[in-house]
């Protein structure tokens, strides 16, 4: 017999691998690119918070009823107390800036028949970093330094009285009851003590930033005008033996920042907080020696023995030839130590993070001489 072509007829294929119209995209979805201004994460270290306790339930209105027994008298339970707003101190929080502006405690539940009381309001709890100062009306209420300490910020309300509290041989049946109390309500200021290790004190635009990226995975906004840095921001520097260092980006201080010029006295409220400082000059101006006699007098002009902190001197941008030339000239006129770097290009970075390591060995041995636990990150 004459051979005769044979059409098998197979399956379509689960997706169209030929045709464009038909065929289904099968790549993973990409995560949408994230601009560096939603990466930003500034450092908040002052909140004002408006707290408010639950309000307790109100007592239960009821009468006891059975067969056989028509008066079983009042049986209505109290009302559940409120809950309470506790601020927590918790080792794992470094800033406020995720404590929101309005907390409330739970509201506590109305009294029930059978002489059930109404269930209480569950508390809330803030969680605040170590060395949160809560203040009311100027004045500290509570310093929370250890991990796990607690502070009642607002008590919760009472919950109200059913009608079997009035039960008396006067009154058999009372039909009286009261409402909850409503729960305290305060507005505290939560003040961070302690805001970094170090600090990058400098003049604005002297690369302070720019330095902090390079040591750190901060990203702070660096651009080529002044006061581009209006926040601080904190990068941490990992070592191999675990150790952390935090290192905090002050915003630019300008002349009479002792004054509050330039918002100057909340930028140096963070440089008070940090326990050692480093000072950043641009070595590529005239004098640079002069910016850092500049920062020393606002240092001390705010506080009397700010400027007196174990530091370092860096000069910034060594990369440019006029920097190359200052640098003698600096290390003639300043007795503290110069460590010339450029934080664009990454020279001589290992020798500042050498130096940060032996700052923050110091500060721990002089802390734990004194009896008191250093800050660890």
């Not at 995209?25 to 450092?43: G, M, N, P, V």
């Not at 240092?299 to 190359?324: F, H, M, T, W």
Request: include cysteine; proline fraction near 5%; charged fraction near 25%.
């Amino acid at each position: 017999s004459p051979w005769k072509p044979v059409l098998l007829l197979l399956s379509p294929p689960a997706f169209s691998t030929s045709c464009a119209r038909c065929a289904k995209d099968r790549r993973l979805r990409q995560k949408r690119a994230i601009s560096e201004r939603q990466l930003t994460r500034y450092f908040v270290d002052q909140r004002k918070v408006r707290v408010v306790g639950g309000q307790g339930g109100e007592g239960g209105h009821s009468f006891h009823s059975e067969p056989r027994k028509v008066f079983g008298g009042p049986d209505g339970g109290n009302g559940g107390d409120g809950g309470h707003v506790i601020f927590k101190a918790d080792q794992q929080m470094k800033s406020l800036s995720s404590v929101s502006r309005f907390y409330q405690g739970f509201h506590g539940e109305r009294g029930g028949s059978k002489n059930c009381y109404g269930a209480n309001g569950a508390h809330m709890y803030v969680k605040v970093p170590l060395g949160t100062l809560v203040k009311e009306d100027g004045e500290v209420v509570a310093d929370l330094t250890q991990h796990g300490e607690e502070y009642i910020a607002a008590y919760g309300g009472a919950g109200g009285k059913g009608n079997r509290f009035f039960l008396s041989n006067e009154n058999r049946a009372p039909t009286l009851f009261t409402p909850g109390e409503p729960g305290q309500e305060r507005v505290l200021h939560l003040e961070l003590k302690t805001t970094a290790h170090a600090g990058l004190v400098g003049f604005p635009n002297a690369g302070k930033s720019s330095l902090l990226r390079a040591i750190s995975r901060a990203k702070p906004a660096v651009a080529a005008y002044p006061f581009t840095t209006l926040n601080p921001h904190v990068g941490i520097v990992h070592y191999q033996d675990y150790e952390q260092v935090a290192v905090a980006d002050i915003p630019g201080l300008i002349e009479g920042a002792h004054e509050n010029r330039g918002l100057g006295t909340a930028f140096l409220k963070h440089i008070e907080r940090c326990r050692f400082l480093l000072y950043v000059l641009d070595l590529s101006v005239p004098q640079p020696w002069a910016q850092l006699q500049g920062l020393k007098y606002e240092l001390e002009a705010y506080e009397k023995g700010l400027s007196e902190r174990p530091c370092v001197v860096i000069g910034n941008k060594i990369d440019l030839a006029q920097s190359r030339s200052n640098l003698p000239l600096l290390r003639e006129r300043v007795a503290e130590r110069v460590i010339a770097l450029s934080a664009l290009t990454g020279d001589n970075l290992e020798e500042l993070l050498l130096h940060l390591r032996e700052l923050y060995d110091t500060y721990v041995k002089a802390e734990q001489s004194r009896g008191q636990s250093p800050v660890k990150w």
